[in-house]
């Protein structure tokens, strides 16, 4: 069964933005912390963004700090990735996280979703 999907990822020329989606089954929405990361071929899974469950704090990796916005949308067990000012350097594939250190299960991953920053 499929917990996390996630939708937006395309190509982009550098400086455009996207916005990325992640649907979770409710769930996993009211009782994990929700993220994003992401992966480029040959290197270690990078964090990107992590927004709370209940107060909804966020925060950022460096590398994408003042460009990138995760946010959520409870009612519709959704979070989001808007990503402004990209660089080539973003191209990834961008992967939804939902972690639970006190749940049976401590985490779930979506399957991916490929961002190519390009011109």
């Known amino acids: 069964q499929v917990q996390l999907v996630e939708s937006g990822g395309g190509l982009v020329q550098p400086g455009g933005s996207l916005r990325l989606s992640c649907a979770a089954s409710g769930s996993i929405f009211r009782r994990y912390v929700m993220g994003w990361y992401r992966e480029v071929e040959g290197k270690q899974r990078e964090y990107v963004a992590t927004i709370t469950r209940v107060s909804g704090s966020t925060n950022y990796a460096d590398s994408v700090k003042g460009r990138f916005t995760i946010s959520k949308d409870n009612a519709k067990n959704t979070v989001y990735l808007q990503m402004n000012s990209l660089k080539p350097e973003d191209t990834a594939v961008y992967h939804c996280?939902?972690?639970?250190?006190?749940?049976?299960?401590?985490?779930?991953w979506g399957q991916g979703t490929q961002v190519t920053v390009s011109s």
């Open positions: 996280n939902a972690t639970c250190s006190s749940c049976s299960i401590k985490g779930y």
